[in-house]
């Protein structure tokens, strides 16, 4: 699935005040900063998914993956195939067919077409829900 990344640059303010609060609280304003951001692109990934049962729609989660000193990943992705009710050992996977198309299906894509709509916005909301929580760290402190 295609990804996105964000690169915290530029704003030497919030940079520094994020490091002013440590390792620990600086990395967990970062994560709560970008999940919530994304919860924008993860309701309008389930608003454009084709609907016929309803289990697609219900079945995009917005998910957290590893995590290292340095980074750390949240990402908009589909259940298992056990939660749609799909064999193991079938060959075709149901969302990844609606989301980029076969030989015979049109491809409706919905989290991509999530990501290219919302992209900017999610950004902008990341920065602006961080400098809200480091400010009101740093008014804590």
């Known amino acids: 699935m295609a990804g996105a990344a964000i690169d915290l640059t530029g704003d030497k303010k919030l940079l520094r005040q994020l490091q002013a609060m440590g390792k620990a609280a600086g990395g967990k304003a970062i994560r709560d900063s970008s999940r919530g951001s994304l919860k924008i692109m993860h309701a309008d990934a389930k608003r454009r998914a084709p609907v016929d049962t309803g289990t697609l729609r219900k ?83």
């Open 59 to 141: 079945n995009i989660k917005l998910r957290s993956g590893k995590r290292s000193r340095s980074r750390f990943q949240h990402y908009i992705a589909w259940s298992n195939r056990d939660k749609f009710g799909i064999n193991p050992d079938a060959k075709g996977f149901y969302p990844a067919v609606q989301e980029y198309g076969s030989e015979h299906v049109t491809a409706q894509s919905h989290i991509r077409a999530a990501r290219i709509a919302k992209g900017v916005q999610v950004e902008t909301r990341h920065v602006r829900r961080l400098k809200t929580i480091v400010l009101k760290a740093a008014r804590t402190t």
